[in-house]
């Protein structure tokens, strides 16, 4: 199995599937793509992605392009792995979150980019903010209605989708505590960039930068 991926540094749509193919336990290879090149779309269709995006994932025979679509082949690929939880109002409402980021939160995408060596503080938009009050109403209620740690229960796609907001909370010093949170958030962000598929990740993305 192989995935084709971005700058680990940036791409966030590449971090959401390789997250969820790490925490499988299956081997796979990596595909690197440069990303803000004039080669990037070229190189990424002579890697496999048909859409000259990335990510993309190859299994064989199997070409499956978007982050969303990588993630749900993979859960019904591995479903030891449990990346949907088997309770239906869990998974439906893991499913409902990852949908929600994966077409929303423009404003906090576009003036937040994923950054994962940066450390600022930043002001940002109102309709940032709107996001970020989003965000935090979101993730107060799925930690409460399912009791965590994580969104839905155990780890899911849904995390996978959520950290690499985590990184830019981390990147750009905003406070949830400044959009309703109470703690509970803040905290679940937190162990968003605790778990070992995140640290691999990270390490990865830190060791690209310095070459």
Same mark, same amino acid.
């Given at each position: 199995?192989?995935?084709?991926?971005?700058?680990?540094?940036?791409?966030?749509?590449?971090?959401?599937?390789?997250?969820?193919?790490?925490?499988?336990? $299956? !081997? %796979?290879? *990596?595909?690197?793509?440069?990303?803000?090149?004039?080669?990037?779309?070229?190189?990424?269709?002579?890697?496999? &992605?048909?859409?000259?995006?990335?990510?993309?994932?190859?299994? #064989?025979?199997?070409?499956?392009?978007?982050?969303? $679509?990588?993630?749900?082949?993979?859960?019904?690929?591995? !479903?030891?792995? &449990?990346?949907?939880?088997?309770? !239906?109002?869990?998974?439906?409402?893991?499913?409902?979150?990852?949908?929600?980021?994966?077409?929303?939160?423009?404003?906090?995408?576009?003036?937040?980019?994923?950054?994962?060596?940066?450390?600022?503080?930043?002001?940002? &938009?109102?309709?940032?903010?709107?996001?970020?009050?989003?965000?935090?109403?979101?993730?107060?209620?799925?930690?409460?209605? %399912?009791?965590?740690? %994580?969104?839905? #229960?155990?780890?899911?796609?849904?995390?996978?989708?959520?950290?690499?907001?985590?990184?830019?909370?981390?990147?750009?010093?905003?406070?949830?505590?400044?959009?309703?949170?109470?703690?509970?958030?803040?905290?679940?962000?937190?162990?968003?960039?605790?778990?070992?598929?995140?640290?691999?990740? *990270?390490?990865?993305?830190?060791?690209?930068?310095?070459?």
């Amino acid at each position: 199995m192989e995935i084709i991926i971005g700058d680990k540094a940036w791409s966030t749509w590449s971090m959401r599937p390789w997250l969820a193919l790490k925490h499988t336990g $299956a !081997p %796979f290879d *990596e595909t690197l793509v440069r990303l803000r090149t004039e080669r990037t779309n070229t190189d990424a269709r002579a890697a496999g &992605s048909p859409s000259g995006l990335v990510p993309g994932l190859k299994d #064989g025979d199997v070409i499956v392009w978007d982050s969303l $679509a990588i993630c749900e082949y993979l859960a019904e690929r591995f !479903p030891a792995a &449990s990346l949907w939880p088997a309770d !239906p109002a869990a998974r439906s409402a893991g499913r409902s979150a990852a949908a929600e980021m994966h077409a929303g939160f423009a404003s906090l995408r576009g003036e937040c980019p994923m950054d994962i060596g940066l450390r600022v503080e930043v002001e940002v &938009s109102e309709a940032t903010h709107r996001d970020l009050r989003r965000l935090v109403e979101m993730w107060g209620s799925q930690l409460t209605r %399912f009791g965590g740690p %994580f969104l839905v #229960g155990a780890w899911s796609i849904a995390d996978a989708f959520y950290t690499p907001v985590a990184t830019r909370i981390r990147s750009y010093g905003l406070r949830l505590s400044d959009y309703g949170d109470t703690g509970a958030c803040g905290a679940y962000a937190e162990r968003l960039l605790e778990t070992p598929e995140f640290l691999a990740w *990270e390490q990865g993305a830190l060791a690209d930068v310095r070459t």
